[in-house]
């Protein structure tokens, strides 16, 4: 009973093909993060802003931003030794739609790979503004993090944002967030992204909440979602993590409004390789094993 748009020929062969959306191809393909997005323009409270976005990232370490340019020459040498990267993606470390280089980047690379999947992360504050210059960029699948679509709990989760040089605060900033991501995800889906979304589960929070995000996504099309656990950081410090039962009850509760990802790593933003195998992270000597 999902309302999920019909899939085009080509849609459904990008999908095929990201590990993220299709758990089958997780063991086929792999997807490069390219960290070139440093600034944000939202302040999640469970997120320490001198580390990857957690919306999308495993925290802990900082990654390397890079320019553009950088990032082209590192994709250029990564496809060539693991052409079974499929997806370039943009996911941080902070939001690639308040970061220019984002684009610049996409275009130096679709340029250069025409066939590539070009993927990227967002909060979505930017979204609705954005849309074109994304699709100038070429990008093909794209995820929005969606913690509420209620202002009152959205503000215990995010209640600053920076939208047109003004800062917004309490409930009018969730407001406002909330809004442009669905406007965004609207939007973005009607021009032919394949849409999926993370969804921050943090206890006695959303937690009750995520199958009226669900309700909403379906409304929307959205293709998938991916359930995380909060990973406990600054005001959330102290925050209990949810445990796998409870992940599990709120993957099964939103089922049947939006298909679930259940095979997410939380990867790092310069990530690279298969779901499970970040090359990024291992030896030169490892590396060279796994080249395919
Ligand atoms: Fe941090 Fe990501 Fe939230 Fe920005 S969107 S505040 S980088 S978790
Ligand atoms: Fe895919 Fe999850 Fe890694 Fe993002 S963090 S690339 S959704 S596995």
Same mark, same amino acid.
């Given at each position: 009973n999902q309302s999920c748009p019909d899939y085009s020929n080509e849609q459904l062969r990008m999908i095929s093909e990201h590990p993220c959306y299709d758990p089958k191809a997780q063991h086929k393909f792999g997807r490069m993060h390219l960290a070139v997005a440093p600034k944000c323009n939202i302040q999640c409270k469970y997120c320490i802003r001198d580390n990857d976005c957690v919306n999308e990232c495993?925290?802990?370490?900082?990654?390397?931003?890079?320019?553009?340019? $950088?990032?082209? *020459?590192?994709?250029?040498?990564?496809? =060539? +030794?693991? /052409?079974?990267?499929?997806?370039?993606?943009i996911a941080g470390p902070g939001d690639p739609l308040a970061n220019? $280089?984002?684009? *610049?980047?996409?275009?130096?690379?679709? =340029? +250069?790979? /025409?066939?590539?999947i070009i993927c990227m992360s967002t909060n979505g504050l930017a979204l609705p503004d954005r849309i074109d210059d994304m699709l100038d960029a070429g990008v093909q699948t794209l995820t929005v993090t969606v913690n509420a679509v209620d202002p009152e709990i959205q503000r215990q989760i995010c209640d600053r944002v920076v939208y047109n040089g003004k800062l917004y605060k309490g409930k009018e900033a969730a407001e406002l967030l909330i809004n442009n991501q669905l406007e965004g995800i609207k939007r973005a889906i009607e021009a032919g992204i394949v849409i999926k979304i993370n969804t921050v589960l943090v206890p006695d929070v959303n937690d009750d909440h995520v199958v009226d995000i669900a309700k909403k996504m379906n409304e929307l099309g959205v293709f998938i979602m991916n359930i995380m656990p909060l990973i406990p950081q600054a005001e959330y410090a102290?925050?209990?993590?949810?445990?796998?039962?409870?992940?599990?009850?709120?993957?099964?509760?939103?089922?049947?409004?939006?298909s679930q990802m259940r095979?997410?790593?939380?990867?790092?933003?310069?990530?690279?390789?298969?779901?499970?195998?970040?090359?990024?992270q291992m030896s030169e000597e490892r590396r060279n094993m796994v080249k395919m």
């Open positions: 495993r925290p802990g370490v900082t990654s390397k931003v890079l320019t553009p340019q $950088e990032a082209l *020459e590192k994709t250029r040498q990564v496809l =060539e +030794e693991h /052409p079974f990267i499929k997806v370039i993606a220019d $280089e984002t684009f *610049e980047t996409f275009k130096l690379i679709k =340029e +250069e790979f /025409p066939n590539v102290e925050w209990r993590v949810p445990t796998e039962e409870e992940r599990k009850a709120a993957q099964a509760s939103c089922e049947p409004f939006v095979h997410c790593r939380q990867c790092r933003s310069d990530a690279y390789g298969l779901l499970g195998e970040d090359l990024s």
